[in-house]
């Protein structure tokens, strides 16, 4: 009887789920932002393929992330359940921003998504097209204000290249940063600001609506109906991406678990489905090549930041 019962036990706890860690993910944003709602995305992936039996997600805006990446370095350092959402935007945010704390700090796990921005206006607007958009950033460059994320980030990067592929001083133009993308979309859906520009998923629900229209995307396609930046006559193309990091301070071993859980949710049909609804591009890259890229990109952004007038 006592074989029995001790053969029960375990083949009741091998039908237990074995998680390896109960994560806490940081997205240095406002909700609604696309760094939030990779984390969230990341949430529902590793919770509804048993990666991980519990997943929160925490908020902390402002600086274009380097305040959450501050907090996240002060506080987790050497904590394996803990990681940060990132990308293109806090690379650009922490030269800008002259951040003390940088992406060196953290324990880079892998790049997951990338997407495109896309430029709107409100369906009321009298810009009907690009053409109408360059048209006046030419006639007057500070009578386009533009509504997008934090400044030194992809939105702002897009907007300068905009302004100087048409022959528009970039240090001119009127950009007025955001924390978060909820808070740009409200400012272009109440007629603040003449033109928003966001990741595609920010702004989609509202062009589905009709509440905004498209003039066109930064990405190397269109998307739908929706031109991409060359087709519309403007020499530019952007893409944005997101990445995940762990904290400092932790072992390899732990460095590798982590690594393998992302990499099953990266794999997993949950995030392929959440990526295709979204309209996001799959990014993934992991371990050294991950660190070789990011090394570049860091280069490549701060040459793009000096050539827009950003940074010194």
């Known amino acids: 009887m006592n074989k029995l019962f001790v053969a029960a036990l375990l083949t009741g706890a091998l039908a237990v789920p074995a998680y390896a860690a109960d994560y806490t993910i940081m997205a240095p944003a406002s909700p609604g932002g696309g760094w939030d709602q990779t984390a969230r995305t990341m949430q529902e992936a590793l919770q509804a393929e048993g990666i991980s039996g519990n997943v929160q997600v925490t908020n902390v805006p402002g600086a274009g992330g380097t ?10 350092t050497g904590n394996p359940d803990a990681l940060i959402v990132g990308g293109y935007v806090m690379v650009g945010a922490v030269l800008t921003n ?15 998504i990338g997407e495109a921005d896309v430029i709107v206006v409100p369906a009321a607007s009298e810009l009907k097209t690009m053409d109408d958009l360059v048209a006046k950033l030419k006639a007057d460059p500070g009578s386009v204000s533009w509504a997008g994320g934090s400044a030194g980030g992809v939105d702002h990067i897009a907007a300068g290249l905009i302004a100087k592929a048409v022959g528009v001083d970039p240090t001119q133009i009127n950009y007025i940063a955001y924390s978060g993308g909820g808070e740009a979309l ?25 509440d905004l229209r498209a003039l066109a995307v930064t990405g190397d396609t269109a998307v739908g109906d929706i031109p991409n930046l060359k087709d519309a006559g403007v020499d530019v193309a952007v893409t944005n991406w997101r990445m995940v990091a762990a904290a400092p301070g932790i072992t390899d071993e732990q460095k590798a678990a982590v690594t393998a859980d992302i990499e099953k949710m990266a794999m997993s049909q949950t995030w392929k489905t959440a990526l295709e609804t979204k309209g996001w591009t799959d990014m993934y890259m992991a371990g050294a090549d991950f ?6 990109d ?3 952004t701060s040459a793009i930041l000096k050539d827009v007038g950003l940074v010194q």
């Open 298 to 300: 860091i280069e490549a």
């Open 291 to 296: 660190d070789a890229q990011l090394a570049k």
């Open 186 to 210: 409200a400012a272009v859906l109440g007629g603040q600001v003449t033109v928003g520009i966001s990741g595609v998923g920010e702004f989609a629900s509202q062009i589905e609506a009709g």
């Open 98 to 112: 002259m951040s003390p704390v940088t992406l060196a700090d953290v324990t880079p796990i892998a790049r997951l």
């Open 67 to 76: 305040i959450g990446l501050a907090q996240f370095v002060n506080q987790s």
